[in-house]
C-alpha cells in the first residue's frame, strides 16, 4: 500500500518557524481536510509533501513507486494543445510504462531459459502490464470526456485550443489533469475555487469514489464535510489531528477556544498584575530583587495566543435608508448578444427585506441578470422599475478596477466608512485578511484577489438597500465568510446574489430564482425548499418519461370514439333549493370535525418529523457516520428532506387552523 511519512520537518521564513517539527502520515485510505488560518501554512506543507520544495529539517519519505499529484491555487496556464489532447497527458505515466514493457519484450526475447534474470523480468512486465490495465488507459477516451464535462466543459470545447480558455477554466484544465493521473495521493490546494455549484457536486461524487488517499485545503463547508473524514490543522507551526468532518472538526475546536480563552484571560490579569507590581516598585531599592525576580517571571512566561482563524468578530452594516414595500419589478426582460439570447422574458418582482439567491449552471446569464439590475449594462428590451428611494450597491469581479491604485488599503477604507465605524476598521480589515503591514500596501500592489477583497469591504460599508452581489465569497477563507454571513442576516436592506458556496447560499437565501438557458424559475423559500422541489420536479420527469415508454411499448392509442358506461342527466348533479337548514348544519359540523381532526394529525406529524431531525442531526455527530463522506452527505440530504416537509406542514396547519377559525 501507497504510503507519505513526513518526520519532524520543519521550515523556516526569515525568524519564524512557519513548520515546526511535525509528523504526519498519509496512507492510501487517508481523507484529509488541512485547516489553518492564511498564512499558517498549509500551501508550504502541501509543497513540501509533494517535493516542490524542501524542509529546512525533518525528511518526507514513500513507499517506492508512491504517485502524488498536486494541484496549486492558481497560476496554472495551459498552450498549445487541444483540450482534450492536454487532459491526455494526464495518462503520460502509463505511456512511460507501455515503453517499457516494450523494452522488457525485447530483452525477454533475447533470454535463455535458466538465466538469472529471466525470472525478474517476467515479474516486472507482468507488475507493469497489471498497472496499465487497472489504469483504465485503453478506456481512456471516455474517462477524459466524462471528467472534463463534469467540470462544466462541454463536448464542443474538447477540440478547442487551450490558450483559449480563462484563467478560472484554466485552472479547470488543471484540476481534470490530476484528477485523470490516478495518483496514489492527492494533494488539492482550494480545488472549487473556480468552480460552480454543479461542478462542486461531480467533485464531490468524484471523490467520494476515488480509491485512493488525499488532502485538501478548501474554504467551502459543505465541500469539505462530504468528502473528508480527518480534519488536521496548522498553528502557530504545529499540528493537530481531529477526527470526523469539517463540522465535527469546528465544535470541538470550539470546545477548545473557549477553555483557551479562559485560561489567555486569566494569564492575562495575571501579567497586568506583575507588570503593575514592577511599575510601582522599579524604582524602590527594598524590593529590587523582587521586581528583577518578576521581570525573569515575564520573560520566561509562555505566552497564551488564541488562533486567529477562530477568533469570531462582528461586523453590523450602516443601516441602510428605508425603502418602499416594493424595491425591483421587471416584466417581459430579454437580453441579446448578437444572435444569441441570454435571456428570455424574465419577470421578478421583489419586495423589501428579500434575500435573493440566483442559481444556475456557467452559462445560464446570471451575472448578465446582475449587471443588468445594477443598472450597469442598460442595453436590454423590457421593462425594469426600481421603488421609492431605492439605493443600490453592486459588487462584481471586476468592481477591484474602481479602486484607486495609488491609495493604500487603509486609506481607500478611510474614505468610503461611516465615522462611526472608524475606531473598528484595522479589525474589519482582519476579517477580510488584512492583518499587520498589508493595511498600508498600495492598491497597485495588490494581487487580483486581495483587491477584490478590497472592493467587497468598500462596498459594504456604504449604507445602500439593495445590494446586489456577484461571487462575494471568492477570495475569502472561512472565518471571513463567517463574518460577511451573519453580517447579511442581519442587515435589513434588500439583497440579491449569486454564490457558488451552498453553506452560505443554504444559510442566506429566503427564496432563489434558478436560471436555465435564460430562463428564470421563481422557487419561493430557502434553499433546502428549492433543492426539494428541484427533486420533487425529476421525480416526476422521470414518471412522466417512463409512463410515455410504457405505453409506447404497449402500443396505447387513444379511442376514436368512447361513451360513459353510465351517461347521467344535468338534472341529477343540480342540488334541491330547498334543503334544509338541519341538513345544512350536519354538513358545517361535519366540515368541521374533519379540519379538526387533520389538524391534529398535522401536530403528530410536525412532532415525528421534529424527533427524526433531531435523531439525524445526533447520527451526524457519531463516527461510524461522519467518518464517510458518502453517508454523511445522505443524512444531510435526509435533514432537508425533513426540514422541507415540516415547512409544508407548517403552511398546511395555517391553512387548516384559518379554515376552522371561519367557521
Known amino acids: 500500500m501507497a504510503f507519505v511519512n513526513i518526520t519532524d520537518i520543519s521550515v523556516v521564513f526569515g525568524n519564524r518557524d512557519l513548520i515546526d517539527r511535525i509528523n504526519l502520515n498519509i496512507s492510501e485510505t487517508s481523507k484529509i481536510s488541512l485547516a489553518g488560518a492564511n498564512g499558517s501554512g498549509k500551501t508550504t506543507l502541501l509543497k513540501v509533501i509533494a517535493g516542490i520544495m524542501a524542509p529546512a529539517k525533518g525528511s518526507v519519505s514513500m513507499q517506492k513507486g508512491t504517485r502524488i499529484s498536486y494541484l496549486p491555487q492558481s497560476g496554472v496556464v495551459f498552450s498549445g ?51 496499465v490495465l487497472s489504469s483504465g488507459y485503453y478506456e481512456r477516451e471516455g474517462e477524459i470526456e466524462s471528467v472534463l464535462t463534469g467540470l462544466g466543459f462541454s463536448r464542443a470545447d474538447l477540440g478547442k485550443m487551450t490558450e483559449s480558455f480563462s484563467g478560472g477554466w484554466q485552472m479547470r484544465i488543471a484540476l481534470a489533469r490530476v484528477l485523470l493521473e490516478k495518483p496514489d495521493i492527492l494533494l488539492l490546494d482550494e480545488p472549487t475555487n473556480y468552480l460552480d455549484i454543479e461542478a462542486r457536486e461531480w467533485l464531490e461524487d468524484f471523490l467520494n469514489k476515488f480509491k485512493s488517499g488525499y488532502i485538501i485545503v478548501s474554504h467551502d463547508r459543505f465541500f469539505l464535510d462530504v468528502t473528508c473524514n480527518e480534519v488536521i490543522e496548522l498553528f502557530n507551526g504545529k499540528l493537530s489531528k481531529y477526527k470526523g468532518n469539517y463540522s465535527a472538526y469546528e465544535k470541538t475546536r470550539q470546545q477548545e477556544l473557549e477553555a483557551l ?53 462582528r461586523f453590523k452594516f450602516p443601516t441602510p435608508p428605508h425603502s418602499g414595500k416594493d424595491v425591483l419589478i421587471i416584466e417581459e426582460l430579454n437580453k441579446f448578444y448578437g444572435d444569441f439570447q441570454a435571456l428570455k422574458n424574465v419577470n421578478l418582482y421583489v419586495t423589501r427585506g428579500e434575500k435573493i439567491a440566483l442559481t444556475g449552471c456557467n452559462g445560464a446569464g446570471k451575472s448578465t441578470l446582475l449587471r443588468i439590475l445594477s443598472q450597469t449594462d442598460k442595453n436590454y428590451t423590457g421593462n425594469m422599475r426600481l421603488g421609492k428611494d431605492v439605493s443600490i450597491g453592486y459588487f462584481s469581479q471586476d468592481f477591484e478596477a474602481t479602486l484607486n491604485n495609488e491609495k493604500s488599503v487603509i486609506e481607500v477604507i478611510e474614505s468610503s466608512s461611516p465615522t462611526e465605524l472608524i475606531p473598528s476598521l484595522r479589525n474589519l480589515l482582519g476579517a477580510f485578511l488584512f492583518r499587520g503591514d498589508d493595511i498600508q500596501k498600495k492598491i497597485s500592489f495588490l494581487s487580483g484577489g486581495e483587491k477584490n477583497r478590497v472592493a467587497l469591504l468598500k462596498l459594504l460599508l456604504h449604507p445602500s438597500n439593495l445590494l446586489i452581489l456577484d461571487e462575494p465569497t ?22 440579491i446574489f449569486v454564490s457558488h458556496d451552498r453553506y452560505f447560499i443554504e444559510n442566506l437565501a429566503t427564496r432563489v430564482i434558478e436560471l436555465t438557458n435564460g430562463i428564470a424559475k421563481d422557487y419561493p423559500g430557502e434553499y433546502e425548499y428549492y433543492l426539494f422541489r428541484k427533486a420533487k420536479e425529476a421525480e416526476e420527469s422521470d414518471a412522466k418519461a417512463n409512463a410515455g415508454k410504457a405505453a409506447a411499448a404497449a402500443g396505447w392509442r387513444s379511442p376514436a370514439h368512447s361513451v360513459s358506461a353510465s351517461s347521467p342527466k344535468e338534472g341529477d348533479f ?73 415547512t409544508e406542514l407548517l403552511a398546511e396547519w395555517e391553512k387548516v387552523e384559518a379554515a376552522i377559525n371561519s367557521f
Open 81 to 131: 494543445y487541444t483540450l482534450f489532447d492536454e487532459a491526455d497527458k494526464a495518462f503520460i505515466v502509463f505511456r512511460k510504462m507501455i515503453e517499457k514493457i516494450t523494452e522488457l519484450e525485447k530483452e525477454l526475447a533475447l533470454c535463455k531459459e535458466g538465466e538469472g534474470n529471466l525470472e525478474a523480468l517476467l515479474e516486472e512486465h507482468h507488475a507493469l502490464q497489471e498497472a
Open 474 to 495: 471568492n477570495h475569502l477563507d472561512l472565518n471571513s465568510k463567517d463574518i460577511l454571513l451573519e453580517a447579511l442576516k442581519k442587515y435589513t436592506g434588500t439583497l
Open 574 to 646: 343540480r342540488q334541491t333549493e330547498a334543503a334544509s337548514e338541519r341538513e345544512k348544519e350536519k354538513a358545517v359540523k361535519k366540515e368541521k370535525r374533519k379540519l379538526e381532526k387533520r389538524l391534529e394529525e398535522i401536530m403528530l406529524l410536525a412532532d415525528d418529523l421534529e424527533q427524526k431531525a433531531k435523531q439525524i442531526e445526533e447520527m451526524m455527530l457519531k463516527e461510524e457516520f461522519y467518518a464517510d463522506g458518502q453517508k454523511i452527505k445522505e443524512l444531510k440530504e435526509n435533514l432537508r428532506e425533513n426540514k422541507n416537509r415540516q
Open 261 to 313: 480563552v479562559q485560561r489567555y484571560e486569566r494569564q492575562q490579569e495575571e501579567i497586568e498584575k506583575t507588570e503593575d507590581f514592577i511599575r510601582r516598585f522599579r524604582y524602590n531599592a527594598s524590593k529590587a530583587s523582587l521586581v528583577q525576580s518578576r521581570v525573569k517571571q515575564l520573560e520566561n512566561l509562555e505566552r497564551i495566543e488564541i488562533p486567529e482563524s477562530l477568533k469570531k468578530m
